[in-house]
C-alpha cells in the first residue's frame, strides 16, 4: 500500500454494519492525516466518538473540522481524549464569523487547548471581501488563532473566486505542501500570517476519501467511487495514485517549487524556522509566531536551538517578567539572517 497524506471522512451515517466495513478498509491504510467532516457524519454522540477513536488509530493526526452548531461537542472531545495530535477546526462558512465561535473558542483555550484553527471558508465573491474583515476582528483577541482562508472543505468553488481571494493577500509564499488536501501556501494579510489554501492539490497526492456510500479519491468524484463492501488493499490503492480532477484550461500545467536557502556560518537555516523568525519579530512571542503559523513549539524550538549550536550563535532571546509582560525578539544575528531572507523574498516577489 503507497503512502497516504490525506484520508477524509465525510457524509458518512453511523449506522448498521458500517463500522465493520470501515475497519476492515482501515486495517489496510495509515496516513499521514486524518480529516473528519463533522457536520456531515450523522450518529448519536457515542457513535461519532468512536468514528473520532477509528479515524485517529488510522493516522498520525487527527484533524476535527466543526462548525459553529458542533463546536461544543468538538470540544468536549478534544478535552476528553487530551490528545495534543489532534487539531480541533473550527469553520467559518461565508467568512461570517459569529460572535459564539469566539466565545467558545476561548473556553477552549482556557481549558488548554490550544491546537486550534480558525478556517475562513469562501465560496462566493462576497466571501472573500470578508476576509480581511474577520482578520483584523481576531487581532483584538486575547489570544491566537491559527488562521487558514480556503474554499469550502467540500463542495465546488470557481477558479476565479480562487484567484480573486489570492489578490488580497499583502505578500504571498511558495507553495510548501499539503494540507487538508488542499495546496498550501503562506499568506500575509494585516500584518498577520495565514495559511491560503487552494485547489487543486499538488499532483501525486496520496489522498483518500471514505464516505457512506464508498471510497473516492476526491469527495467531487461522485462517479468514481469503490463500494465499501467492495474495497480491497489493489483497489484503494488505485483510487489513491489516481490523479484529481483538474480545471479543463491547465491539464499539461507544471508544479514550479522555489526553495530559498539562507545560510550563515555555511549552516542552512530551513525556510520553515525562517518564517518563524519572521513571526517573532512581528509578534515578540515565540508561542504565538508558532501558533500563528501552525507549526509545534517544542519542536521548532528544539529545531533553532540545534541551529544555534552549529551556528555559534543566538537566534532568539527572551526576556521575562516586568509590567508589559515577558516577551521574545530576535538577537542581531536573528536579525541578520531575517533581513537577508526577506531581501531574497522580494527579489522573488513572494
Same mark, same amino acid.
Given at each position: 500500500m503507497p503512502s497516504l497524506e490525506t484520508l477524509v471522512f465525510a457524509n458518512i451515517e453511523l449506522k448498521g454494519d458500517i463500522y465493520e466495513k470501515l475497519e476492515r478498509i482501515l486495517a489496510t491504510l495509515y496516513a499521514k492525516e486524518a480529516l473528519v467532516f463533522m457536520w456531515t457524519v450523522k450518529g448519536s454522540q457515542g457513535s461519532i466518538y468512536r468514528l473520532l477513536r477509528l479515524a485517529s488509530d488510522s493516522s498520525k493526526k487527527l484533524t476535527i473540522f466543526c462548525d459553529e452548531n458542533g463546536l461544543d461537542s468538538c470540544i468536549r472531545y478534544s478535552l476528553m481524549? $487530551?490528545?495534543? $495530535?489532534?487539531?480541533?477546526?473550527?469553520?467559518?462558512?461565508?467568512?461570517?464569523?459569529? =460572535?459564539?465561535?469566539?466565545? !467558545?473558542? !476561548?473556553?477552549?483555550? /482556557? @481549558?488548554?487547548?490550544?491546537n486550534v484553527s480558525l478556517y475562513l471558508a469562501y465560496g462566493s465573491p462576497d466571501d472573500a471581501r470578508r476576509i480581511k474583515r474577520v482578520v483584523t476582528l481576531t487581532r483584538s483577541w486575547p489570544y491566537q488563532v491559527m488562521l487558514r482562508v480556503g474554499p469550502r472543505p467540500i463542495g465546488y468553488v470557481a477558479r476565479e473566486d480562487v484567484v480573486r481571494v489570492r489578490e488580497l493577500f499583502d505578500e504571498l509564499g511558495l507553495p510548501y505542501g499539503v494540507l487538508y488536501g488542499f495546496s498550501a501556501r503562506r499568506a500575509l494579510l494585516e500584518n498577520t500570517y495565514i495559511t491560503l489554501l487552494e485547489p487543486p492539490c499538488p499532483r501525486g497526492c496520496k489522498k483518500l476519501t471514505i464516505t457512506g456510500s464508498g471510497v473516492y479519491k476526491?469527495?467531487?468524484?461522485?462517479?468514481?467511487?469503490?463500494?465499501?463492501? @467492495?474495497?480491497?488493499?489493489?483497489?484503494? /490503492?488505485?483510487?489513491?495514485?489516481?490523479?484529481? !480532477?483538474?480545471? =479543463?484550461?491547465?491539464? $499539461?500545467?507544471?508544479?514550479v517549487r522555489i526553495r530559498i536557502i539562507v545560510e550563515y556560518n555555511g549552516v542552512s537555516i530551513p525556510e520553515d524556522v525562517l518564517d518563524v523568525l519572521v513571526a517573532v519579530?512581528?509578534?515578540?512571542?515565540?508561542?504565538?509566531?508558532?501558533?500563528?503559523?501552525?507549526v509545534n513549539p517544542a519542536h521548532m524550538a528544539m529545531r533553532i536551538r540545534r541551529l544555534e549550536e552549529k551556528i +555559534?550563535?543566538?537566534?532568539?532571546?527572551? @526576556?521575562?517578567?516586568?509590567? +508589559?509582560?515577558?516577551?521574545?525578539?530576535?538577537?542581531?544575528?536573528?536579525?541578520?539572517?531575517? !533581513?537577508?531572507?526577506l531581501e531574497v523574498k522580494s527579489v522573488l516577489g513572494g
Open positions: 481524549v $487530551s490528545d495534543p $495530535s489532534i487539531e480541533l477546526v473550527a469553520l467559518v462558512n461565508d467568512c461570517r464569523l459569529s =460572535p459564539n465561535v469566539y466565545e !467558545k473558542l !476561548k473556553v477552549a483555550y /482556557e @481549558h488548554g487547548l490550544d476526491c469527495p467531487l468524484d461522485g462517479g468514481e467511487a469503490i463500494q465499501l463492501d @467492495h474495497a480491497t488493499p489493489d483497489t484503494l /490503492e488505485t483510487v489513491i495514485e489516481r490523479e484529481c !480532477k483538474r480545471p =479543463p484550461s491547465t491539464p $499539461s500545467a507544471k508544479d519579530r512581528m509578534l515578540r512571542s515565540f508561542r504565538a509566531a508558532c501558533r500563528m503559523l501552525g +555559534g550563535h543566538r537566534l532568539l532571546e527572551g @526576556h521575562r517578567g516586568g509590567r +508589559g509582560g515577558g516577551y521574545t525578539m530576535l538577537t542581531s544575528i536573528g536579525e541578520e539572517i531575517v !533581513k537577508r531572507y
